[in-house]
């Protein structure tokens, strides 16, 4: 597998808490994407982080990557009830071609 | 723009039988993905298409699954002789470019059901 295995996670924290998930890949990568999942939709694209970047921001959201450590990092800061989903990291083997390695997942829950 | 379409959203079928998945990609993207979900495995890669091409494919369980893109409206993932271990969420993806860095779009999924 891509990823490593202490990615498969589970958080519950109060509204308004700041959360952070992290990921672990095995094999390089020159960009790491994460997705959000809702119940019963897609998942669908929050933000993405190329190799020569160390943070990305988009709102409440913050991606870090260490290609030295082979990891990243999705925080959100003043969770909302809505940001209740799985979120996922993910690879691309070739970045000529999109062929996405998810990880396994964090399933956030937001209690209001 | 209605997204990605994906029909059924629940198929349900006897083992054995053969069982259909369709996508309509969004309008104008060149690049189309079908990834599989389920609780064990996660989500994971099955193959793709790229202005109709099948470009890779490595994801595939070689001997009953098989996937068409015919025209750039719509593709196809049929799934021959159905096993319960083929239960599973399948979800399709289009992306405006194939690389990378582009943002793939996924739709609803197909939720399948192998009794």
């Known amino acids: 597998s891509q990823w490593g295995e202490e990615n498969l996670q589970a958080l519950s924290i109060q509204e308004g808490e700041d959360v952070t998930m992290n990921c672990s890949y095995k094999t390089y990568t020159t960009v790491v994407q994460w997705y959000r999942q809702k119940s019963g939709k897609g998942p669908a694209q929050l933000i993405l982080?190329?190799?020569?970047?160390r943070e990305k921001r988009s709102g409440r959201l913050r991606a870090t990557l260490d290609t030295s450590s082979q990891s990243s990092s999705l925080s959100i800061t003043g969770t909302l009830a809505t940001d209740t989903a799985v979120y996922f990291c993910?690879?691309?083997?070739?970045?000529?071609?999109?062929?996405?390695?998810f990880g396994q997942g964090t399933k956030l829950s937001i209690k209001p | 723009n209605a997204g990605v379409i994906q029909t059924p959203r629940h198929k349900v079928t006897g083992k054995g039988q053969e069982a259909t998945l369709w996508c309509e990609p969004i309008s104008g993207h060149s690049a189309v993905f079908w990834y599989r979900q389920t609780i064990v495995q996660g989500l994971e890669f099955l193959t793709y298409f790229r202005n109709q091409a099948p470009i890779d494919d490595s994801g595939m369980p070689k001997e009953r699954f098989s996937a068409q893109m015919p025209n750039q409206s719509h593709s196809t993932l049929k799934i021959q002789s159905t096993q319960p271990q083929d239960s599973a969420v399948y979800l399709c993806?289009?992306?405006?470019?194939?690389?990378?860095?582009?943002?793939?779009?996924f739709g609803p999924g197909t939720r399948l059901t192998v009794l």
């Open positions: 993806a289009s992306s405006l470019d194939w690389g990378g860095y582009a943002e793939q779009f």
């Open positions: 993910a690879t691309v083997e070739n970045y000529n071609q999109g062929k996405l390695i």
């Open positions: 982080i190329r190799s020569n970047e």
